[in-house]
């Protein structure tokens, strides 16, 4: 084996290992879809968030304009503190936007679903989402219905 | 009475021999790194080491690839199935190997086919008394020899294990995608979801690079430790891939707990 062909093997198993490594990054990680630069920050206070973790989606007609990039608490008014990040090409929306937590499927993950609303000034960052919706417990609503069951029930009863 | 001290009697040899040889090798490492950077002056003999270390142990380390990613593409498959989540399968596949099979059996691959080349080769130099004639003639065999090995092995596996996950993502998608008809955007697009640059793909390579400083750690110290016979050589070739396996699983687990713990 003379030197030049092991030097040529070594090239190519560095080169090899290199394409791995990118295309690790790139095609099977979310690099692509990383734009943090130029993003602002929103924040909107719910009452439960329960399932929305830090790198949920942040969506608007369907479409993912975000990430959810920190949960806080609040410890005076007992609400969750979410910040999210939108990325800067949507800078667009309305002041009075509405925030509400959905559930992709059934049992699915978490999301931020935010909707538009009609004021002329747009949202900047450190802004403040008022309108909120939080998260369907799907034990609260089983527990709501069992308990206007039995109350119809008793109704009917009497 | 008696036979109760012989046992504790070689219970403290073996436990004293033990932390010998730990010191050796702690030792021998310091010797290593302190060697490390003269090699930059002396690039050819790298690249002599990474062609033996890295380029001859690539063959088996893509076929593993393919396969251990067709397996879990077919295993994913039958237990997604059954939940209507073949979409999924991206996820899976792409998640365990880069997190933990890409590291980890790469490791033990690199330990069979590297690792023990090392030890023998090292050995055998030693058995035949050339790191003795090195010493004659005031070259350091730790510098000239132990350091180039060490530090391709160091160089070479981050590679491999990138190379055998890459490699099993395509696997995974041969089987999921080609026989057994995910969707061809949902498998990619899966995974692009749920796979994070941060917290998978860096984990997985300093995991891969942890894994590489042990095993080669391990067969040099092997190799330069062998009892000069043959019969010493081939004891410390066992020796190697044996403690090079149980020690990659171990730090596995520790990495593991201290990478993904949080969660």
Not at chain 1, 50 to 57: D, E, F, T, Y
Not at chain 2, 33 to 57: C, D, E, K, N, T
Not at chain 2, 74 to 88: C, I, K, P, R
């Amino acid at each position: 084996m003379t030197i030049r062909l092991t030097e040529i093997w070594v090239g190519i198993f560095v080169a090899a290992g290199l394409a791995a490594l990118f295309m690790l990054a790139m095609k099977v990680s979310n690099l692509s879809s990383y734009s943090q630069d130029g993003g602002y920050e929103i924040t909107a206070r719910f009452e439960d968030i329960s399932g929305l973790k830090v790198r949920s989606a942040v969506t608007m007609a369907g479409v993912r304009i975000g990430r959810v990039t920190a949960i806080g608490f609040d410890k005076d008014t007992f609400e969750a503190v979410v910040t999210m990040t939108v990325e800067g090409d949507y800078n667009t929306l309305p002041k009075d936007t509405s925030a509400s937590i959905y559930t992709a499927g059934l049992l699915g993950e978490k999301y931020v679903g935010l909707e538009p609303g009609g004021d002329e000034t747009n949202m900047q960052q450190g802004d403040r989402i008022k309108l909120t919706q939080g998260s369907m417990v799907l034990e609260k609503l089983i527990g709501q219905f069992i308990s206007r069951f039995l109350d119809s029930d008793k109704e009917a009863k009497n | 009475m008696k036979s109760v001290m012989d046992s504790l009697q070689s219970l403290g040899h073996k436990g004293s021999g033990f932390f010998e040889r730990l010191g050796r090798a702690s030792i021998l490492f310091y010797h290593i790194l302190a060697g490390v950077p003269g090699l930059f002056l002396r690039y050819p003999l790298m690249i002599q080491q990474i062609y033996s270390v890295g380029v001859l142990s690539l063959l088996i380390i893509v076929v593993s690839g393919l396969f251990v990613g067709m397996v879990l593409g077919l295993q994913g498959y039958n237990t997604l199935v059954d939940f209507g989540a073949e979409e999924s399968l991206g996820v899976v596949v792409a998640l365990s190997l880069v997190r933990e099979l890409g590291p980890v059996v790469t490791a033990l691959l690199f330990a069979g086919r590297a690792g023990s080349a090392l030890t023998a080769e090292i050995g055998l130099m030693k058995a035949t008394e050339q790191l003795s004639a090195m010493e004659m003639m005031a070259i350091d065999p730790i510098r000239r020899v132990l350091a180039p090995r060490f530090l391709a092995g160091f160089f070479s596996m981050p590679l491999l294990a990138a190379i055998f996950s890459a490699v099993g993502v395509i696997g995974g998608y041969i089987v999921g995608v080609g026989l057994l008809g995910v969707d061809d955007g949902a498998y990619w697009s899966q995974m692009q979801a749920k796979v994070d640059l941060h917290e998978d793909i860096y984990n997985g390579v300093i995991k891969s690079i942890a894994f590489g400083v042990i095993v080669t750690w391990i067969a040099v110290f092997e190799g330069y430790d062998a009892v000069p016979t043959s019969e010493g050589v081939s004891r410390a070739t066992t020796r190697t891939v044996v403690h090079s396996s149980l020690a990659v699983l171990g730090t596995d687990f520790i990495l593991t707990a201290l990478m993904f713990g949080e969660h």
